[in-house]
């Protein structure tokens, strides 16, 4: 049998956590980054090179049996120059259409997944038509190269629109889009996988709160389920059409927004997709059969997925993000059952430095440790 | 928080999965073994040198945090290089004890935990009182070097003992221990931690199964348990007695066997120790809210001990080990919830090439998995 070889181009805690993955695997990988600090560095063939350096790129995927990456923002002439030497999985499609937000809100409408009351955003006459058609509150967002609330702003007037609107068109080639900013009753994603032969395999749904526009916690199974069934049912046959439609091969992330009033769910709304492994799926490593790193790994080297099912049938698990700040590490790895994970990166505000993850069966003990641990990884931007 | 540098002497499986639990944490390993093709160069920062360099030992030991070892036949000289630089974790005397399987006896003697009649054997005069003293039938073993079975010869009767143990005694320049074999009810193991404060904590008992002396299968917790709790709590605290006895820091396996007639266990007898983590504890990896290689991870850098309880309450698992041949990678993969690890080594007879562990709390569905875990893995030597 074959060693097998994985390109990640990119090498932060995605890199760091699917190398890790398919380490298990007797996968061996080869990651790019500009840096060579970057956290995947420390176990993995790191090749330090600028994204643009198309003939470094092409040094770094000869030789790798596939391509991935674990940022969407790749250029997409950076993702030519390495399938010029090997299968870049998923395809370029899902990282055009993942980079620009108009082309993500184009595919959910084509596969009848709603979305959030949205206008495409080109010019300051196109911020008119947004407070016509779109109304308040309001949040304008670039179309491309946004994440953790960055490139983003709430607007709740005309006159707010125009000003905070323009300044931000100007600073976004791409342009904006506009959306109603919905009532939210609670945000959920699904982590779905599809292999090269078209199997999929779905994660139980995950419920998220965000703080600053950084994920803070991931809830899975998501509590939603318990009174919103068709809630989870609805999210996991959206990713699942979003990954047929688009041949997808690897692990995929949909994010929703569940609308809602006075408590009651009203329905489900598409937001964003990304074509790699994502912040609300970390729970996995220790909380599901097969992480959404190894699936990852094993759906772009053309192996056939793992279950996604919990670890074992009753469990549940709580994620929460360390951020700009590493709690003292010896109260961290004292908190009972804590699985604790530190991607080695110099702290800085609003800087995902970590996560820690519980799982357990006893929902009131999970609660009694989740406090702990909130109080802990305390974060403010 | 200071970036933590764990060294690992020896690069094989157990020095990968102390590299590939040591990055979830954000500590980087530095290892040492005379192959640049072992297992956990991929994901370390690998040293190639002989270990009685002891000036290459000094320049790997320097810089680390602490230094730690993979097997335990590293020569006393070897440690003592490292430890000039680095805190060597366990310390000398817990090798030099399990180095020798006559002190690992006087060690248990010493403790009152019982082991299996035995003699030591220094000479072909020793043979005749091994006869004597001994019984049948009879396990000749060296003293020092056997592992998976090597360096071991049964024997039924005062001929064989003259003629095999004489063999066997010129190939061994330390001698021999002669065993008087047990009526096996059943082996068991306890895989226990101790931190650098003297916090102990120990697993699940494992209860193993060999064939032809290297380790098939491993079921946590230990079924005999239900019928014989009392050889799960004496194995355990004769665990936790060797700990403290020698100070001991790090994670620790003990072996035992369980005599036994009529299919009634009758009582324990401790075989032999190993200053590292175990084949028997691999399943802790997913089984358990923190893995071997994490606890020894954790403890010999300084740091607190993580839970050792099962991953939920009513889980169970199997693990198996992968030996001289690969099964076909994908139909492994397709077990449904085989958590797979590959260890990237050539194949070859009786080599241990990586290992599948089943996590459940369904006792029937995991023996039907086991099945076809048996029949994909099936080696013989």
Redesign the interface.
Known sequence: ?P?LRLGVLGGGQLA?ML??AA????V??RTFDESSEAPAA????HRVGRFDDHEAVARFAEGCDAVTCEFENVPASTLEAAARHAPVRPNPTAFAIAQDRALERGLFASLGIPTPTWVAVASPEDLDRAIEAVGFPMILKTRRMGYDGKGQCVVRSPEETRTQGAALLDSAPGGLIADRMATLHSEVSVIAARSADGQVAKYPLCQNVHRHGILWRTHAPAPIGEDAPEIVENARAAALRVLHAIDYVGVMAIEFFVEGENGAPLCLLANEMAPRVHNTGHWTI?GA?TSQFENHV?AVLG??L??T?M?????IASMYNIVGR?PD??SL??V?????????KPPRRARKL?HVTL????ARELSRREKIVEELCAWEV
Chains 1, 2 share one sequence.
Request: hydrophobic residues 30%.
């Open positions: 049998m060693d760091l190398a890790q380490s298990s695997l007797g061996s990988v420390r176990i993995t063939d220790e059969s094993r192996l056939p793992g279950s099912a670890t074992t049938p009753e469990a590493v590490r010896g790895l004292e009972p059952g804590a699985r604790v994970h530190l991607y080695g970590g799982v357990g069966t006893d």
